[in-house]
């Protein structure tokens, strides 16, 4: 059997096909490997609006399934969807998702209608969470979490192969941790958020601050990659940004290990693959020196996410694969 796994950003869809798993438990979960993903595509995309989301869609699966056929394989069969969207606690509507311009929305049902064919859904970061923890970083883990620095702060909690949904379907959402009060604003509108320093766009918004990173910008409208590339150059006032991010994942986990006690953190998402090497050190040093249950013993694996692009799409495939 084939199932494919989709994930709709804001501006692109990742693909996968993945081999299934038979169903008859000759093969634990934690089998997967990447040698289970049969296809992988990358495309762009401008959905707005519904009707161009299930357009996108379709195309996605078709691309797919004309892949599968080039090489041998057998068609797609069910359908995994991460997407980056609020969803509401069955994961039937989409709530709303800003980039797409979808508000309250039953694309789960809609999406299973147009390809006949059985379709799960989840928001991305729970996607992004479950790939890894079924082939990448949290392989084998009893229970993991996730925060990924991308254009915000995605978050996720995986125990046992199932994400927490929480009762209006936004546990996990680990980017709005709240770390200072009296911090700057965040996209969710409260103050201090994980989000509000390390996110993509808080980073922008800090880099804008920073003379060295806006003499590296093209019109003077500096970025996090400008931000970056002054850091790395030595600036001072850079890496004092960078520093504060590190300080705000740090500062998250210390407030959620103890809710979790997870067996591996994965870091992921763009901003932090891109900046480990910065980021890191500063993480590690934090989160030493203010150790929260520090009487106790708890080896704990902090991991960088393994899956690259993909992780989301692989997750939704597994996802639909139950
Ligand atoms: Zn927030």
């Known amino acids: 059997m084939t199932i494919a796994g989709l994930d709709v950003g804001g501006t692109k869809i990742a693909g996968v096909a993945l081999r299934a798993r038979s169903s008859d438990g000759a093969a634990p979960a934690s089998a997967w490997t990447e040698d289970d993903v049969l296809v992988r595509t990358h495309r762009a995309h401008r959905i707005h609006g519904p009707g161009a989301l299930l357009d996108a869609l379709e195309a996605a699966v078709r691309e797919l399934d004309e892949?599968?056929?080039?090489?041998?394989?057998?068609?797609?069969?069910?359908?995994?969807?991460?997407i980056a969207a609020w969803l509401t606690r069955d994961r039937e509507v989409v709530t709303w998702a800003a980039h797409l311009a979808v508000r309250d929305f039953a694309l789960r049902s809609a999406l299973a209608d147009r390809l006949g064919m059985p379709v799960a859904i989840d928001n991305d970061a729970n996607g992004y969470l479950l790939g890894e923890a079924a082939m990448g970083a949290a392989a084998a883990a009893s229970s993991s979490i996730l925060i990924a620095l991308g254009t915000g702060v995605g978050g996720a909690y995986?125990?046992?192969?199932?994400?927490?949904?929480?009762?209006?379907?936004?546990?996990?959402?680990?980017?709005?941790?709240?770390?200072?009060?009296?911090?700057?604003?965040c996209s969710c509108t409260a103050r201090g958020c994980i989000e509000a320093y390390a996110g993509g766009n808080a980073l922008a918004r800090d880099a804008a601050a920073v003379p060295a990173a806006v003499a590296l910008a093209p019109g003077g409208r500096a970025t996090a990659v400008h931000l970056e590339r002054a850091a790395r150059a030595?600036?001072?006032?850079?890496?004092?940004?960078?520093?504060?991010?590190?300080?705000?994942?740090?500062?998250?986990?210390?407030?959620?290990?103890?809710?979790?006690?997870?067996?591996?953190?994965?870091?992921?998402?763009?901003?932090?693959?891109?900046?480990?090497?910065?980021?890191?050190?500063?993480?590690?040093?934090?989160?030493a020196a203010h150790a929260p249950l520090q009487g106790v013993p708890q080896p704990r694996r902090l991991e960088l996410a393994r899956l690259g692009g993909h992780a989301a799409a692989i997750g939704a495939a597994v996802l639909a694969s139950r």
């Open 234 to 287: 030595g600036d001072a006032t850079a890496l004092a940004v960078v520093e504060r991010a590190g300080w705000a994942v740090a500062a998250g986990l210390r407030r959620l290990l103890p809710a979790f006690d997870p067996e591996v953190v994965v870091l992921g998402g763009r901003v932090m693959l891109e900046c480990a090497d910065l980021l890191l050190p500063v993480i590690e040093r934090e989160l």
């Open 67 to 82: 892949r599968l056929v080039e090489q041998g394989d057998a068609p797609i069969e069910a359908v995994g969807l991460a």
């Open 158 to 185: 995986v125990v046992g192969g199932q994400p927490l949904i929480g009762a209006h379907g936004l546990g996990g959402e680990l980017g709005h941790v709240t770390v200072d009060e009296q911090g700057p604003v």
